[in-house]
């Protein structure tokens, strides 16, 4: 969405340069404020009239516990008493992107059947780094519905070598 972008680019960008000295640390924290901003519970509570901006920040202060500095505090009360904490995530999401491009690196979700243990995902970052050309932060989410192999998405390209894939490809030859 256009809008939520536009809103949210600001904020990235002077969170970006407030934790210059920190950015793995704030992609912490920031990733952290994005998971409790998403929850519908706390957008519905947040929504109602009678909720001021300190009720709110006390809620999600109390849910994050001690994991927010300072700077994080200050950063989310900001974003909730301007009423943009339905644009969380997306301010999360940029900021996560001006680091990657801070520091030449792309995220990559790697879709796989079955669990891949820590010496097999090495093996894979590896090669998927030195197939796209650059350093990847991979995560890695379970589709049992591939049957097997990896679908893998870096940014709009997406790598597929899953059974499910093969399986498809092979019906398009033989229907064709």
């Given amino acids: 969405m256009a809008e939520l972008a536009t809103i949210a680019r600001p904020y990235a960008d002077a969170l970006f340069k407030a934790t210059a000295a920190d950015l793995q640390g704030a992609v912490a924290w920031v990733e952290t404020l994005k998971a409790v901003a998403l929850n519908a519970q706390l957008q519905e509570f947040a929504a109602r009239p009678n909720v001021n901006a300190e009720q709110v920040f006390d809620v999600i202060a109390n849910i994050a516990k001690d994991s927010l500095p300072p700077m994080a505090k200050n950063f989310l009360l900001t974003v909730i008493q301007n009423g943009r904490l339905a644009v969380l995530p997306e301010i999360a999401d940029q900021f996560r992107g001006l ?3 801070h520091s030449g690196a792309s995220d990559a979700t790697v879709f796989s059947a079955f669990a891949i243990d820590a010496a097999e995902l090495n093996n894979l970052t590896t090669t998927l780094e030195k197939r796209f050309g650059r350093k990847l932060n991979v995560t890695v989410e379970l589709q049992p519905e591939l049957i097997g192999g990896v679908r893998v998405v870096v940014g709009d390209e997406v790598l597929d070598s899953s ?14």
Avoid: I, W
């Fill in 99 to 101: 680091v990657n491009a």
């Fill in 163 to 176: 059974v499910k894939a093969r399986l498809q490809q092979m019906k398009v030859a033989l229907t064709a």
